[in-house]
């Protein structure tokens, strides 16, 4: 019954690497996002899409590309990695303040990336 | 440019007391303030949410103040409870693109 997950939930990779995390949510939510979270807690919004279409593109290396294959899914790549790179990554989906109930984004348990 | 300023970063209340959170924001194009509760190896989840049209929000123990004119919403936690121990996050988000903008967290520890 999970709402929205993420796999992996732990990912350790080496300097240069490509990886991807995904993510699912079965809300039936239009819109989901890729947050970070720092080592310092520090949460930071770096992409939003809505149906498909890329709404949220904060200042973000073009080393990660968000692929939503349909609204049910958003998709993190990240090429080349870097040290600073390692973090949590939460996904996160939710209706719309328009959907006539209470707003709430819903996040995933994150996706603990540690690069070496 | 830190658009939701939080205080404080740690804070450490006695079982039975009330812990207060205070965050601050400078856009005045916002129009929803929540407040999210995270659990080591968590995700953040919802506790409470705001909208600038009412002054104060109350869910159980918990209580948003809301001051628009000050620009700035605080989180009180009555009767704390050591299961309260975790991070809490102000936020602040506009409707017109659903950007979620966080605080910093503050570490709530509640002691027996």
């Known amino acids: 019954d999970t709402a929205v997950s993420q796999t992996p939930k732990y990912l350790v990779t080496q300097m240069g690497n490509d990886k991807s995390i995904k993510c699912e949510q079965n809300?039936?939510?239009?819109?989901m996002y890729w947050y970070k979270q720092d080592s310092k807690k520090f949460l930071k919004i770096m992409f939003s899409y809505n149906n498909k279409e890329l709404i949220i593109n904060e200042t973000v290396p073009n080393r990660f590309s968000p692929k939503s294959p349909d609204k049910a899914h958003l998709n993190l790549h990240i090429n080349s990695l870097e040290l600073g790179d390692s973090a949590v990554y939460f996904c996160?989906?939710?209706?719309?303040?328009?959907?006539?109930?209470?707003?709430?984004?819903?996040f995933g348990p994150g996706t603990r990336l540690t690069v070496t | 440019q830190q658009q939701v300023k939080q205080s404080p970063q740690s804070l450490i209340v006695q079982k039975g007391g009330i812990s207060i959170i205070n965050c601050a924001y400078e856009n005045t194009a916002f129009d929803y303030f929540p407040w999210y509760q995270q659990f080591p190896g968590k995700g953040p989840a919802l506790l409470i949410a705001i909208r600038p049209d009412v002054s104060e929000k109350k869910e159980g123990r918990f209580t948003i103040s809301f001051n628009k004119s000050a620009k700035q919403f605080s989180l009180h936690i009555m009767d704390s409870q050591p299961g309260d121990s975790a991070t809490y996050f102000c936020?602040?988000?506009?409707?017109?693109?659903?950007?979620?903008?966080f605080g910093t967290g503050t570490r709530l520890t509640i002691i027996p």
């Open positions: 936020a602040a988000l506009s409707f017109g693109n659903e950007k979620l903008t």
């Open positions: 996160a989906s939710s209706q719309g303040p328009w959907a006539g109930r209470p707003y709430e984004q819903y």
């Open positions: 809300l039936g939510h239009d819109t």
